[in-house]
């Protein structure tokens, strides 16, 4: 874990030099269009230094909010006073002080981001149990053995494939809240991949599938991502997919037993 500190004494740097320009706007309040610095370069290295620092401070302006949220207060005075005294040669701490401080951050942070992610686990693990059995209400619906919930929007025909084929499909698929977070049909294109190398859920929902079929599945947790989170994906969340099975090539079995 990169240290949440120096990310948000980089954002302070900005802020520091951004902040007479708050100040006048915030006096002013004039328009957004009539707001322009009125700042004069000497040089290209000006101009450039500039443009790097408005780089920074829009990528950079919450980074001192942010650890709020975990429940570490990092006040922005403090931060903007440890920059100043730096800068004058005045630091408050001697460098291995500070190290130390650092690691003691992002160990509390690490500690925090832990737990809140625990409660959140929990919480999904809850709302996919009661999203599944209001689910398994539904006229149609089916479940495996193993969990696995499926209901047939449309029969197809011909073999359905193994675990061992290659499928070409379209789906989309969403959190239980309807948020979506992946799509073939919005990249345009079926999606085509070995069916024993995704999630079992898919490994397994794909092969009740035959040739033309679309179907929706629910798969917990444990047949999903499990505790693993995504960017897009929170840890064992239960996911929605609707997916249609577009065309199956079959692996040739007497030529993978000759090997």
């Known amino acids: 874990m990169k240290s949440?500190?120096?990310?948000?004494?980089?954002?302070?740097?900005?802020?520091?030099?951004?902040?007479?320009?708050?100040?006048?706007?915030?006096?002013?309040?004039?328009?957004?269009?009539?707001?322009?610095?009125?700042?004069?370069?000497?040089s290209d290295d000006e101009k450039a230094a500039y443009a790097i620092g408005?780089?920074?401070?829009?990528?950079?302006?919450?980074?001192?909010?942010?650890?709020?949220?975990?429940?570490?207060?990092?006040?922005?005075?403090i931060v903007?006073?440890?920059?100043?005294?730096?800068?004058a040669g005045k630091a408050?701490?001697?460098e291995e002080e500070a190290r130390k401080v650092l690691q003691g951050l992002d160990k509390r942070v690490a500690e925090k981001m832990k737990e809140k992610?625990?409660?959140?686990?929990?919480?999904?693990?809850e709302a996919g149990k009661d999203f599944r059995a209001k689910f398994a209400k539904e006229d149609g619906v089916k479940e495996t053995k193993s969990g696995l919930m499926y209901k047939v929007l449309?029969?197809?025909?011909?073999t359905s494939p193994k675990a061992t084929d290659t499928v070409e499909v379209q789906y989309k698929g969403?959190?239980?809240?309807?948020?979506?977070?992946?799509?073939?049909y919005d990249r345009g294109e079926a999606a085509k991949f070995p069916l024993n190398r995704v999630i079992p859920g898919?490994?397994?929902?794909?092969?009740?599938?035959k040739p033309g079929a679309k179907y929706k599945f629910v798969i917990p947790p444990e047949l999903a991502y499990g505790k693993q989170a995504t960017p897009t994906i929170p840890a064992n969340s239960t996911l929605v997919f609707e997916v249609e099975l577009v065309k199956v090539d079959k692996k040739d079995d007497k030529a993978t037993s000759k090997k």
């Open 202 to 209: 898919w490994t397994e929902g794909v092969q009740l599938m």
């Open 80 to 87: 903007l006073k440890g920059i100043k005294d730096s800068f």
């Open 154 to 158: 449309k029969a197809g025909k011909g």
């Open 54 to 77: 408005i780089s920074f401070a829009n990528y950079l302006s919450t980074s001192l909010e942010k650890p709020k949220e975990i429940g570490v207060d990092l006040d922005k005075d």
């Open 92 to 94: 408050g701490m001697k």
């Open 117 to 125: 992610q625990s409660k959140e686990s929990a919480k999904n693990i």
């Open 174 to 184: 969403t959190l239980i809240d309807g948020t979506k977070f992946d799509s073939s």
């Open 4 to 42: 949440l500190f120096k990310v948000s004494l980089l954002a302070a740097t900005v802020m520091l030099a951004a902040g007479c320009q708050e100040k006048d706007t915030n006096a002013d309040k004039k328009p957004a269009a009539e707001q322009a610095s009125t700042v004069q370069f000497k």
